[in-house]
């Protein structure tokens, strides 16, 4: 790579303490110097409606939202699961970024999903539901390894480290896999 890969991240839990979100910045710690990160907050955005698009100016919100995700090169989702789905914040990112109709800002960009949740299936509906909506978005997603993380309730220091080392070597191997995926399919 000629120069570092910009990856936006999207957290879908609003929590202070969020579990993803220290999960998201572990990975970013890991990951390979020619990834850069930059984390873009949803909890402000409007819910989406329609009839915004026809707005001139758009919504503030929409705008800044949607222009941080033009200017990555990749996109990296964080997940909780909340009834075997996505929370609804992240389903509304997603609705905003990708409309009105033929204007997605998520289109073709490489992605990952990351999905984790103090039970013992990690976020797994959560993670393959979000996965289904990145392929209506052409969003080419890695595919392995893949991220349901589980027991994240005892995974994170009081400081927001992960605790144990063979947790760091597969978020790593995770944050490795993914800056080759993104070398592989960023246009």
């Known amino acids: 790579m000629s120069k570092p890969a910009k990856v936006a991240v999207i957290v879908g839990s609003l929590r202070k303490d969020s579990f993803n979100r220290k ?96 039970g013992a299936i990690g976020g797994f509906g959560a993670n393959n539901h979000l996965r289904q909506s990145l392929t209506f978005l052409n969003m080419p997603t890695l595919a392995n390894p893949e991220m349901y993380v589980g027991g994240a309730g005892d995974m994170f220091a009081e400081d927001g480290s992960l605790k144990k080392d063979d947790t760091k070597k597969f978020f790593k191997s995770f944050a490795d896999a993914f800056a080759a995926w993104i070398e592989k399919t960023r246009a």
């Open 23 to 118: 999960a998201a910045y572990a990975i970013a710690a890991l990951a390979p110097a020619n990834l850069s990160f930059e984390f873009v907050e949803i909890g402000d955005l409007p819910l989406y409606d329609q009839d915004y698009d026809a707005l001139n100016p758009q919504p503030a919100p929409y705008v800044a939202f949607r222009d941080k995700i033009k200017a990555a090169d990749a996109v990296l989702f964080m997940t909780p699961e909340y009834n075997r789905s996505v929370p609804g914040v992240l389903k509304n990112a997603i609705d905003v970024g990708s409309r009105p109709w033929g204007q997605s800002v998520f289109n073709g960009k490489p992605a990952a999903v990351v999905s984790l949740s103090i």
